[in-house]
C-alpha cells in the first residue's frame, strides 16, 4: 500500500523557516517524481514544485522561487521541502504527491501556519 | 487567478449526470495531459482520472474525463451524495515549466 506521511509543520514568525519532510512507503521511492502542492484554508490546490526520480529536474512555482528549495534521498525514501523567508500567505497544508505531471497518491497534509 | 478556468460551482440531483469544465489554452491543455481530482471535505485530493481520460484502479466508471483543444471535461453519471466535495483539473504548463490547477468546482447533489 503506498503511503506518504508529511510532517515538520506548524507555527512560524514571517521571516522564519521551515522544513518539511515527506516519509514515503509501499513502493519503490527511487522510480518516481516527487510533487510539493499546498492549499491555503479555503482555497484551491496550489503547485508549489517538482523532482525528478534523480532529482536531475526540479521546477518551483514562482511564487516560492528563490524561497524554498525541494530534495529527496531516495536511500531514506523521503521528500523534503526547506522553507525560508516565509510570509503570511505561504499559511496552507502542504501535501507531498507521488509522480509527475499527474500525482496519483496524495499524503494527508502537514499545516504551515506563518503568523507574528 | 488561476491558470486553469473552472466554474466555481455546479449542482445536480441525485442520480443525474453533470459535466464540470476546464479552460486552458495551448501550454497546458492543448498539449499536455490532463488529470482530475477529488477532494472530499477535510481530506486529501484524490486521483479520478489521469491522460485526459483514463481512470485508476478503483474508480467506477461513473467518472469519465475528455478533452478537446484546450479544455477538458469531467463527466459524473448516477450522482450520489457522496459525491459531494470540489473537483480540481490539473496538467503541466510547458510555458511556465510549472504544475497548473484549476480553481476548483464545487459540486453539490441537491
Known amino acids: 500500500e503506498v503511503q506518504l506521511v508529511e510532517s515538520g509543520g506548524g507555527l512560524v514568525k514571517p521571516g522564519g523557516s521551515l522544513r518539511l519532510s515527506c516519509a514515503a512507503s509501499g513502493f519503490t521511492f527511487s522510480d518516481y517524481s516527487m510533487n510539493w502542492v499546498r492549499q491555503a484554508p479555503g482555497k484551491g490546490l496550489e503547485w508549489v514544485s517538482s523532482v525528478s526520480s534523480s532529482s536531475d529536474y526540479i521546477y518551483y512555482a514562482d511564487s516560492v522561487k528563490g524561497r524554498f528549495t525541494i530534495s529527496r534521498d531516495n536511500a531514506k525514501n523521503s521528500l523534503y521541502l526547506q522553507m525560508n523567508s516565509l510570509r503570511a500567505e505561504d499559511t496552507a497544508v502542504y501535501y507531498c504527491a507521488r509522480g509527475g505531471y499527474e500525482p496519483d497518491y496524495w499524503g494527508q497534509g502537514t499545516l504551515v501556519t506563518v503568523s507574528s | 487567478q488561476s491558470v486553469l478556468t473552472q466554474p466555481p460551482s455546479v449542482s445536480a440531483a441525485p442520480g443525474q449526470k453533470v459535466t464540470i469544465s476546464c479552460s486552458g489554452s495551448s501550454s497546458n491543455i492543448g498539449n499536455n495531459y490532463v488529470s482530475w481530482y477529488q477532494q472530499l471535505p477535510g481530506t486529501a485530493p484524490k486521483l479520478l482520472i489521469y491522460?485526459?481520460?483514463k481512470r485508476p484502479s478503483g474508480i467506477p466508471d461513473r467518472f469519465s474525463g475528455s478533452q478537446s483543444g484546450t479544455s477538458a471535461t469531467l463527466g459524473i453519471t448516477g450522482l450520489q451524495t457522496g459525491d459531494e466535495a470540489d473537483y480540481y483539473c490539473?496538467?503541466?504548463?510547458?510555458?511556465?515549466?510549472?504544475?497548473?490547477f484549476g480553481g476548483g468546482t464545487k459540486l453539490t447533489v441537491l
Open positions: 490539473g496538467t503541466w504548463d510547458s510555458s511556465l515549466s510549472a504544475g497548473v
Open positions: 491522460e485526459n481520460n
